[in-house]
């Protein structure tokens, strides 16, 4: 069987397979479904410094071959996160990376450190992204300089793998990629959702409680695999890649692009045992395809 | 309570009211999981992306059929009055807590309006079961309406609510007689409004109420967040894993 394993950074796992942060829960939600164990590793919900409420339902319309969700980071804070959740997630058998999110450069930068002190997770996402929240969230992660200085902060006060997660709702997202990657991100994850709205015709009102909301699902996958082969042409550190994905072609269609990792997110809601299929899927491609270890077809595009 | 993907094969689809379909299903292999009544199914559709949560019906004696009460609302509803015999269809089951087990001392109302009778039908039958005293009272706009009256009947008393008065008394189930029985529980799904309704009349009349709420989903497994509910602490509560039945009491209604 082709090798499967891949580094981001200093996190090592044992294949690229990882699941979405807002998507898989913390795991545990999908242990009746999936062998954790086959997993290259779980992106947890996003956590704040202070617990969130999030918005009011409803927070979620489908739309052709996607869906948009308003759900704001809910969360129960890094506290809660320390306390009660940590020690439930700490020995799953699969690399375990937390998606950080906040308001200001400090509460990004003091949730960092507080995930940083816990043995057990040996990465963070940087939700840099979300277009849920009114405050923080994407407004950093829209401009060069804004993303620059919240990784800059969140550098200094995390030592272990840092992984900057993107805004698709940018003009230019090379040359936000490049910005987190001169303070110092071991990694980029991209896409976050796009940024769209749904209306009720006959009732003439918004479908989403905010109005607006992420866009997810097989509908984003063009515009992600055109962001991570762009992206991956623009730096020099691992991409990872996300968006849309529903399958094993998919997945190997974002390693193709030049992602190092994958992540699924929307597609478990529609089959719960996908993921660990990916994997699976992956491998049957490489064996087929003859190659060896499935670094080889890391940005291996023939044209 | 293990959740599984499973693959049912339906044995019986049926319409036997306009825009409503009767799925009556087995897997494909192995047995059917354990489930509650006031549990549901996300059932997999060709006419959407996302799954739909539905009810769990019924479960046929020996728990090998499952039955979904389903009404056409939208592309992912109508899908199902497509399916024929032999027709496969994927559902993630069992999911939520289901109604409470009430007590020996109990004596049970269970409200439904519209498609909301269809998991009442399931808790009637393990009511019988256990011998807990109990009673039907389902509520639609005419006799044309009422869902499953026959079986609903094969299981235990029936009372019946019309807003027209063409079948059992005329007027809301909150304006029904059988309220003024000394019930102890009030176990209730339908349109919201009703719910609330119920809620407040079982309150006033001091009885205990749970609700089955109805919010849209995603995941159905308490990953996404999707379909919070606030509660009377102005917390969020996920309907489909500290749910779909809530204490009438736990919930942000007057
Ligand atoms: C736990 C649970 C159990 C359920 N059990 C049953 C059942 O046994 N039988 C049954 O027929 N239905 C049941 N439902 C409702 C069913 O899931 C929805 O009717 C279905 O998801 C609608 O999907 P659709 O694609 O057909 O409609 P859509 O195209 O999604 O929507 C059609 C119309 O209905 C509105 N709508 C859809 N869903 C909701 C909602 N949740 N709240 C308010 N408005 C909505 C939309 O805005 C739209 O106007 C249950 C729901 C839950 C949460
Ligand atoms: C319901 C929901 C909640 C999400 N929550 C988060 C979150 O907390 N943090 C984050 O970085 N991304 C979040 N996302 C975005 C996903 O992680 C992912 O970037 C996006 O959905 C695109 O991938 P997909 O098309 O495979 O779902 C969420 C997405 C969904 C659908
Ligand atoms: S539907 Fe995803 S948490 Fe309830």
């Known amino acids: ?303 | 309570m293990k959740k599984e993907i499973l693959d049912l094969q339906i044995a019986e689809a049926t319409s036997p009211w306009e825009g409503f379909v009767l799925l009556k299903a087995e897997p494909t292999e192995g047995a059917l999981p354990e489930c509650r009544p006031g549990q549901f199914a996300q059932l997999r559709t060709g006419g959407a992306l996302l799954r739909r949560p539905i009810s769990i019906h019924n479960v046929e004696e020996g728990g090998r059929r499952v039955w979904f009460l389903v009404q056409a609302v939208g592309r992912g509803t109508r899908w199902f009055q497509t399916l024929k015999a032999g027709d496969c269809l994927n559902a993630v089951m069992p999911l939520g807590n289901g109604f409470g087990m009430p007590g020996s001392g109990d004596r049970v109302l269970l409200v439904g309006g519209g498609v909301g009778v269809a998991p009442l039908l399931f808790q009637g039958q393990r009511l019988r079961e256990r011998g807990i005293p109990f009673a039907f009272l389902l509520g639609a706009r005419s006799a044309d309406l009422l869902l499953q009256l026959e079986e609903f009947r094969r299981v235990g008393e029936v009372f019946v609510a019309t807003e027209d008065g063409s079948a059992g008394e005329c007027g809301l189930v909150t304006q029904h007689s059988a309220f003024a029985a000394p019930y102890t529980l009030v176990q209730t799904c339908g349109p919201t409004p009703m719910m609330r309704a119920v809620a407040r009349l079982a309150h006033e009349q001091g009885m205990r109420c749970e609700v089955s709420l109805e919010n849209r989903m995603a995941c159905g497994v308490g990953a996404c967040l999707c379909c919070v509910t606030e509660d009377r602490t102005g917390h969020n509560r996920c309907v489909c894993t500290d749910g779909p039945v809530f204490g009438a009491e736990e919930l942000n209604w007057d």
């Open chain 1, 1 to 303: 069987m082709a090798d499967l394993k891949v580094s981001i950074g200093a996190l090592e796992l044992r294949n690229p397979v990882m699941t979405a942060s807002g998507t898989f829960g913390y795991g545990l939600e999908f242990q009746d479904f999936v062998d954790l164990s086959e997993l290259g590793g779980i992106v947890v919900k996003g956590t704040t410094l202070r617990p969130r409420e999030g918005n009011p339902y409803p927070r979620m319309a489908e739309t052709a071959s996607g869906m948009l969700n308003c759900v704001g980071l809910q969360n129960k804070g890094v506290d809660y996160f320390c306390e009660h959740i940590y020690p439930e997630v700490k020995d799953l058998p699969t690399q375990v990376v937390v998606n950080v999110s906040g308001s200001t450069i400090e509460d990004y930068a003091e949730t960092a450190h507080r995930i940083g002190e816990l043995e057990r997770i040996p990465a963070i996402e940087l939700n840099i992204s979300c277009p849920n929240v009114r405050q923080g969230g994407m407004a950093f992660g829209v401009t060069s300089q804004g993303a620059a200085s919240v990784v800059k902060a969140v550098r200094r006060a995390y030592p272990k793998t840092l992984i900057v997660k993107l805004s698709p709702n940018v003009t230019d997202i090379a040359e936000i990629a490049r910005a987190v990657e001169a303070e110092g991100a071991d990694a980029v994850s991209l896409i976050n959702t796009l940024m769209g709205m749904a209306i009720d015709a006959e009732r003439r009102r918004k479908v989403l409680s905010i109005g607006t909301g992420g866009l997810s699902g097989p509908a984003v996958k063009p515009v992600a695999l055109r962001m991570v082969h762009q992206v991956s042409k623009a730096v020099g550190i691992p991409v990872v890649g996300l968006g849309g994905i529903m399958s094993a072609t998919d997945a190997v269609e974002f390693l193709l692009a030049g992602a190092t990792a994958v992540e699924i997110g929307t597609a478990n809601f529609i089959d719960p045992g996908v993921s660990t299929k990916v994997v699976r899927g992956i491998s049957e491609y490489l064996a087929r395809h003859g190659f060896s270890s499935v670094r080889e077809i890391i940005g291996a595009l023939e044209n």
